[in-house]
């Protein structure tokens, strides 16, 4: 049915002129989901309906080696998404796929993810990530379509694609191991939660003392994000710990800073706190490329908009007092 499909596309497309050449005639099964993950999704040529067509057959397809490659195809696609929310590429911006308009999409990745949970409980690798960065999703795609263990990804394509939903969060915490740090804070930042769970862990994970920096980085940016009392004590703990210096420290000033008139009263130690770590610039920096790859890139300029921020709010605050 499939290999019709794609004949019958590659014709419509040749008496329209409207796809080109792009779709490979001569692809089917899960090559074409190969093909999908890493040049069609993001061929603006393709339209949009032959791409969901494609993508719906994959994922009610009665060979579970497809419905594994298209898994692999819209979580390459949700990992885009991801980039393009903090990166936004000027040069090969994201082609937008309403993925979200396949029927039953969210129905079938839920009802995917309980029925393989309930009869694998103990997928979870007890690796820690800096044992082993992506846990279960460091796996090879192919080796996990062999293996029919695809539908471990399926978090990772939830929380990018369902934000703020309660069952995503839940599933979120089925999923992975809390001793996977970067894999835990990752998909709890994609999907913008902030319960009370996810600030506990944050913090958690800011304050160990075998977090790595990377760690540190990314449980203080949803510490900013999602703004707490108990998350702007436990940021004021860390960036007072001289003793711990940090590369994520640009983060944590960034953090408190994003809690706006609560960080006023600290504004001498964060400006001081810059200045020990010398990351105080006299010049006007321009944000660099790649900014949020890792938290190593453009430390200078994140804390010199930090405190060019905390200055307007002080600003601000001054022309408030009686």
Not at 141 to 157: C, E, K, M, Q
């Amino acid at each position: 049915m499939l290999k019709i499909r794609l004949v019958f596309l590659a014709i419509l497309c040749t008496s329209l002129g409207s796809c080109s050449n792009q779709i490979p005639a001569d692809l089917e099964g899960v090559e074409l989901y190969d093909w999908l993950s890493f040049e069609g999704l993001y061929d603006p040529s393709i339209d949009n309906k032959t791409i969901l067509q494609l993508l719906e057959e994959g994922l009610f397809n009665d060979n579970q080696r497809i419905v594994n490659a298209t898994l692999e195809t819209i979580a390459w696609y949700a990992a885009r998404v991801r980039i393009e929310r903090w990166q936004p590429s000027e040069d090969d911006p994201l082609v937008e796929r309403d993925v979200l308009s396949i029927a039953g999409l969210r129905k079938f990745l839920v009802d995917t993810w309980n029925r393989e949970f309930k009869e694998n409980p103990n997928f979870i690798s007890e690796a820690s990530d800096t044992d082993q960065l992506n846990s279960v999703e460091s796996g090879n795609y192919r080796v996990l379509r062999h293996v029919n263990d695809a539908w471990t990804i399926i978090p990772g394509i939830l929380s990018v694609l369902y934000p703020k939903d309660v069952e995503v969060h839940e599933i979120i915490w089925q999923a992975y191991n809390p001793k996977q740090d970067l894999q835990m804070l990752t998909r709890l930042e994609d999907g913008g939660f902030d319960s009370k769970r996810t600030t506990d862990y944050r913090i958690q994970m800011l304050l160990d003392e075998k977090s790595p920096h990377f760690v540190v980085a990314m449980a203080a940016r949803g510490l900013g994000l999602y703004r707490s009392d108990d998350g702007l004590e436990a940021l004021l703990i860390r960036v007072r710990d001289t003793d711990r210096r940090t590369t994520a420290i640009a983060h944590i000033v960034e953090a408190i800073v994003a809690h706006e008139s609560k960080a006023i009263p600290y504004s001498d130690l964060l400006r001081r706190t810059a200045q020990d770590y010398d990351l105080i610039q006299n010049e006007q920096l321009e944000r660099p490329a790649y900014f949020n790859a890792t938290h190593l890139i453009g430390r200078e300029f994140r804390i010199q908009t930090a405190l060019l921020k905390l200055q307007e709010l002080e600003e601000k605050h001054a022309t408030l007092e009686p």
